[in-house]
């Protein structure tokens, strides 16, 4: 059995309901709705076991589910297109993708307004003007909007790591000692 099939049928499916949540969205000029709903959806998965539980786990009937996440939904205040999704999701047992479809519809949205986001790794948190500054000089080089998502790594010493798609810049203070200490190896 190829390990990597239930990561790309999980994949496969997150991208069908996603483009179809899209698409939907776009048709009734929704989208900033959709992202408030994405975002919401994607702050309820990071913060509550019990939802990513009831996503995940097996002993949960299809009856339960759905009544659980359309609870959810609606408690969360959600665009009804969205409730609709996912408790169709639940009927056919497929909210376990539901992280999956947070990241292709966040990247569907992004794409659509022209958007990259830049994942950005700092040892310390950035301040308003450290971020402005930083998104100032990546869309000079990129020519798009940028949307950070930035998270902290004391282990960098100091400096930024930046990845934008498939680049990466990694400025940290921790690279530079490992690129001087090979450089010392090489010479001893």
């Not at 000089?137 to 930024?160: C, N, P, R």
Request: net charge positive; charged share 25%.
């Amino acid at each position: 059995m190829n390990v990597s099939e239930p990561a790309s049928t999980s994949s496969g499916i997150a991208a069908r309901y996603a483009t179809a949540v899209f698409d939907l969205a776009c048709e009734d000029k929704a989208l900033p709705k959709l992202e408030s709903d994405v975002d919401a959806i994607d702050e309820a998965l990071k913060g509550s076991a019990d939802l990513r539980d009831l996503i995940s786990s097996p002993i949960y009937t299809r009856a339960q589910q759905g009544a659980a996440i359309t609870a959810i939904a609606d408690k969360m205040g959600l665009t009804p297109l969205m409730r609709n999704t996912l408790s169709v999701m639940a009927g056919k047992r497929r909210l376990f993708v539901l992280p999956q479809l947070v990241v292709v519809l966040r990247a569907l949205i992004a794409e659509e307004k022209g958007e990259v986001t830049a994942e950005v790794r700092s040892a310390t948190e950035l301040s308003k003007a450290q971020s402005d500054k930083l998104i100032a000089a990546l869309k000079s080089q990129i020519g798009k909007d940028i949307k950070l998502k930035t998270t902290v790594d004391e282990g960098l010493i100091g400096g930024l790591v930046v990845k934008v798609g498939s680049k990466m810049i990694d400025t940290s203070i921790r690279s530079k000692l490992a690129s001087l200490q090979n450089a010392m190896k090489e010479v001893g």
